[in-house]
């Protein structure tokens, strides 16, 4: 079991920097969190994902470079630090957690927090 919650999404400007965090419960040691988001009328895409017991992470293709996804132990957060950001980034952005190692696509995330909006102006 787990328990997800998002925080951090707001309106910037391109290229700017915000930050989101994941606060997980459960057994944090045996999971991949991953960071996905979705745009109104597309469907739900990968961003990262970072398996917590080694560190391994894993990037899109679209923000690699720009985000980095990091783990932290002393409060059971992950967060997604986005720099300079994009119109294109805005979406709605979800944490998601599942037992095992790291993947890609949404069908392998049992867990899902409530999502947290990010508006990126130009």
């Known amino acids: 079991q787990a328990q997800l919650v998002e925080s951090g999404g707001g309106l910037v400007q391109a290229g700017d920097s915000l930050r989101l965090s994941c606060a997980v419960s459960?057994?944090?040691?045996?999971?991949?969190v991953g960071w996905f988001r979705q745009a109104q009328g597309d469907e739900r895409e990968f961003v990262a994902a970072i398996q917590w017991s080694i560190g391994s992470t894993a990037y899109a293709p679209s923000i690699e470079g720009r985000f980095i996804i990091s783990r932290h132990g002393n409060n059971n957060t992950v967060a997604l630090q986005m720099n300079n950001l994009k119109p294109e980034d805005t979406a709605v952005y979800y944490c998601?957690?599942?037992?095992?190692?790291?993947?890609?696509?949404?069908?392998?995330?049992?867990?899902w927090g409530q999502g947290t909006r990010v508006t990126v102006s130009s």
């Open positions: 459960g057994r944090t040691s045996t999971f991949t």
């Open positions: 998601a957690a599942r037992q095992g190692s790291l993947q890609r696509a949404t069908k392998y995330f049992r867990y």
